[in-house]
């Protein structure tokens, strides 16, 4: 028989672990209040499964809200340390959550279950349990049902899982997992701030609609920015793909990439097709989303491609910066009116009328003040890519620790 032991254990630590169902190791499950919720009155929380972060799995504290309920009579519902929630119905079924005294006072809500951790087990190597592959089969297997999906808490009694025999050696794997969600934590936090103040930039650095002048703006720069229309600024170009480029130069004007040679299978006729799309040209991309309401200009700032014969390519006609530019014409708060008038609706995506998108006015600096805006949103952007994979690294790191520490 196979040694019950993960691929990864600390050292000091020899002896098989042993199986064990969340029935072993609870107390007890409980169901939440059935209760609607009230305006947060500073103290008593109320927690949903809307209110657990998919990601991080903690309590989010936007939209905090407390029980309609007479407190004195609700206090089995308080959580405390050592417990755990999980949904037990819809689309979150699963999702889990550890009460941390740092939480505060928080009630428990009814499309919630909380297992009640006995004292001899460890709450965080119980809870981190739930974050693994096994725990996700087995979510997916139990929570069939003909309508939607549920499990309630005999069924989550029912999970099995491999616990070491020593308290230690499960506060060790329980702690060094804490830790890095807590440096996972702090990472995303710094990247939401990094993330919030490129926003911030996107609205003040350049005028608002109506404006002549930005509402932030760098020292050593005074007077309006002058209005031109974009048919001053660009001109539509016709330029066809003559094989200069090959399969390889394909460009994704969604994301911005050249794409894989292996995904394409054209021939030299359809090659010909192609528009040549080069750098400092801008396409228009008329898919809407929640972030474009009428599709969006992007600039190609990662070098000379081609790109389907869908996307209507303009090219700059006078001396411009690049990256000036691949955040103005990007720039939903500027661009947003402007394509509105200048688009009509189809079924699947909205298409340009050219010529009436040249006859627009748009307001921009001069070349030297177009190279510290650009500069310094490029700086910016570069530093949210490398906080990015970090937090990509740090995350994929947990995703190791989750595979080798558990069995």
């Known amino acids: 028989m196979d040694k019950r032991v993960p691929e990864v254990r600390f050292k000091g630590f020899t002896d098989d672990w042993e199986q064990h169902s969340l029935n072993d190791m609870a107390k007890s499950f409980m169901y939440g209040l059935n209760a609607s919720s009230i305006p947060y009155d500073g103290v008593n929380k109320y927690l949903r499964i809307t209110d657990i972060d998919d990601n991080s799995h903690k309590l989010i504290i936007d939209n905090l809200m407390s029980p309609n309920v007479k407190l004195e009579d609700s206090q089995d519902y308080l959580l405390k340390q050592g417990d755990i929630l999980f949904a037990r119905t819809g689309a979150s079924v699963g999702k889990t959550y550890l009460y941390k005294k740092s939480d505060g006072i928080v009630f428990f809500a009814g499309f919630l279950i909380r297992m009640r951790t006995k004292e001899v087990y460890n709450e965080q190597f119980v809870f981190q349990n739930t974050l693994t592959e096994k725990y996700n089969n087995f979510v997916q297997i139990t929570s069939q049902r003909s309508g939607q999906p549920g499990i309630n808490a005999k069924e989550y009694s029912q999970f099995h899982l491999y616990a070491p025999t020593e308290m230690n ?131 190609n700032d990662i070098g000379n491609g081609i790109v389907s014969h869908v996307f209507d390519v303009f090219r700059p006609k006078e001396n411009y910066d690049l990256y000036f530019w691949k955040y103005l014409i990007n720039n939903e708060n500027i661009m947003g009116n402007i394509l509105r008038r200048v688009t009509t609706k189809a079924t699947m995506m909205n298409n340009l009328v050219s010529r009436d998108f040249l006859k627009q006015k748009i307001r921009t600096s001069n070349y030297t003040e177009q190279k510290k805006v650009g500069t310094f949103l490029k700086k910016l952007d570069d530093l949210i890519n490398i906080q990015r994979d970090r937090l990509a690294f740090l995350e994929e790191i947990k995703r190791y620790y989750l595979q080798k520490l558990f069995i």
């Open 169 to 299: 050696e499960q506060n060790k794997v329980g702690s060094i997992t804490e830790k890095l969600d807590l440096l996972i934590g702090l990472y995303q936090k710094k990247l939401n701030l990094y993330e919030s103040l490129k926003k911030y930039l996107l609205q003040n650095l350049f005028p608002s609609d109506g404006e002549k002048i930005p509402n932030v703006r760098f020292a050593d720069f005074s007077g309006d920015w002058e209005q031109h229309k974009f048919s001053e600024l660009y001109e539509k170009t016709t330029e066809k793909n003559d094989l200069s480029f090959s399969s390889s130069k394909i460009i994704s004007v969604a994301n911005m990439y050249y794409k894989s040679e292996q995904s394409i299978n054209s021939t030299d006729k359809y090659m010909k097709t192609y528009n040549v799309f080069r750098e400092g040209d801008i396409a228009y991309e008329g898919h809407k989303n929640k972030n474009f309401s009428y599709g969006r200009f992007v600039e």
